[in-house]
């Protein structure tokens, strides 16, 4: 059986509403560095800016394609979305236990004194989520619902997921660490994308970014702790 899919103006609007919150970051943040309202050695996730840029992509939210999978929608299989998660924190906790060097290397590698502690732990996560399962993965899922798998959709969100990553780097030079932390990117852009074909909700997806970065960062400061203790 073949299925026509007609593409509408609205469809087009879509597109164009998922490739405007795309590059949103990127062109907030060159404003607010010629305009001098961000200093170089600022980015604009770990500012007050962070709020507008959020602002924009939840007004963007709204113009998500009507369908079975809800932004905000009640949450499906909360059990088994736990079981989902929390072997991927387990998971990621032997991961930093056996590379400590990447760990320091990453993000993660703040200061809980820091206010871009609790930006990368509890801002950024919910903000990434609206943009990637939000908007970019639930308007693929609602406009194409007969087809039978969903996976491939996760996969291209999480693609693009990792590249936006690139917007976190101070002088990007692509290198082996970099593709390396790409494909893990991904990897775990697919199994928070999961967790959206679950529960057909983004409360999950939110719940495991936020646990996911906020087990990096909090692991990262016990070993500094350590480390000064011995010293």
């Not at 007609?6 to 305009?35: P, Q, S």
């Not at 387990?90 to 609790?118: H, M, P, R, T």
């Not at 906020?214 to 011995?230: A, D, H, P, W």
Request: net charge positive; charged share 15%; with cysteine.
């Amino acid at each position: 059986m073949v299925f026509k899919i007609n593409h509408t103006k609205n469809d087009y609007m879509k597109l164009i509403i998922i490739i405007l919150a795309f590059f949103l970051y990127t062109i907030l943040e060159r404003i607010l560095y010629k305009g001098n309202w961000l200093s170089e050695n600022r980015r604009l996730w770990s500012s007050p800016f962070t709020f507008i840029w959020g602002s924009v992509l939840l007004i963007l939210l709204n113009f998500v394609i009507p369908g079975e999978y809800k932004p905000w929608g009640d949450i499906l299989y909360i059990k088994e979305a736990f079981k989902h998660i929390i072997p991927w924190i387990l998971g990621l906790l032997a991961y930093y236990s056996l590379n400590s060097q990447n760990l320091f290397k990453s993000a993660a590698a703040l200061s809980w004194d820091s206010k871009e502690f609790y930006y990368f732990c509890f801002i950024t996560p919910i903000f990434e989520e609206i943009l990637f399962r939000g908007i970019i993965l639930m308007n693929l899922l609602n406009k194409f619902p007969i087809i039978k798998y969903e996976e491939p959709f996760v996969i291209i969100s999480s693609i693009l997921f990792a590249l936006f990553h690139i917007n976190y780097e101070y002088n990007f030079k692509l290198s082996k660490d970099y593709i390396f932390g790409f494909f893990m990117i991904v990897i775990i852009g697919n199994a928070i994308g999961f967790l959206v074909l679950l529960t057909r909700s983004l409360w999950m997806s939110i719940l495991m970014h936020i646990l996911i970065n906020l087990t990096g960062s909090v692991y990262f400061n016990i070993l500094r702790l350590k480390f000064r203790n011995k010293n």
